[in-house]
């Protein structure tokens, strides 16, 4: 962590209040003999940062960060632009997450491609909801504040989440693909993430879709 760290110094911006990374959740998957942990800066920062790290059964580990939304050139938002004044990662969360994998041999099954990682990831660390076509309505109609993205106009903003979707229903039944349903909603953080991988099943492909609405509560 400690490397990623300095690698990514936008990782260290509330250091200096006293902020650390804290272990907040492992997964352990006993059959395939592998964990993955979540670090976290405390709550009572807003729109805090987060670690996710990879740990195989030779206890080697490997560490992906884990921005906030406001970082969108990290996460390739569909449908969107990079925020003026944020400082560029210079790395992707697609990269960061097949050379995290890179710990992990691949079996002589070529369609396994450390999938099951992936899946504990996204829905027992994450806690992310896999959409199918019942989940059209929620998708296309809940937007998340976030105060840390500039203020947007409302109407804009769903004119966003609709193009998603849109976008993402063509490809969610993916050939070959391990499950049916290839979009994963993490509602807490504001994401959809829609899992695609190479023919060689070498790297995985990660579209990511922005589901927040930048809104800066005024006080009186």
Same mark, same amino acid.
């Given at each position: 962590m400690e490397d990623l760290m300095n #690698?990514?110094? @936008?990782?260290k911006v509330n250091q200096k209040s006293g902020s650390k990374f804290e272990l907040v959740k492992s997964v352990k998957d006993f059959k395939s003999d592998f964990e993955i942990q979540l670090y976290s800066e405390s709550d009572s920062i807003d729109n805090k940062q987060q670690i996710i790290v990879l740990i195989n059964s030779e206890e080697e580990c490997s560490?992906?960060?884990?921005?906030?939304? &406001?970082? &969108?050139d990290y996460w390739e938002f569909s449908f969107d632009k990079p925020i003026e004044n944020v400082n560029k990662i210079n790395s992707t969360f697609t990269r960061e997450l097949n050379n995290a994998l890179k710990i992990f041999p691949i079996t002589d099954n070529p369609k396994n491609c450390n999938f099951e990682v992936v899946e504990e990831m996204l829905q027992s660390l994450l806690v992310?909801? &896999?959409?199918? @076509?019942k989940d059209s309505l929620s998708v296309v109609k809940t937007l998340n504040l976030n105060s840390d993205i500039p203020n947007?106009? #409302?109407?804009?903003?769903?004119? #966003?989440?609709r193009k998603n979707y849109e976008k993402m229903k063509k490809d969610w039944h993916p050939k070959d693909f391990f499950?049916?349903?290839n979009c994963y909603y993490d509602e807490r953080r504001g994401r959809i993430y829609?899992?695609?991988y190479d023919e060689d099943c070498k790297n995985y492909r990660i579209t990511t879709y922005r589901q927040d609405f930048g809104f800066t509560a005024v006080s009186m």
């Open positions: #690698r990514f110094p @936008e990782l560490s992906i960060p884990f921005f906030g939304n &406001k970082y &969108k992310c909801q &896999k959409i199918e @076509e947007e106009q #409302r109407e804009s903003a769903f004119s #966003r989440i499950s049916n349903y829609q899992i695609n």
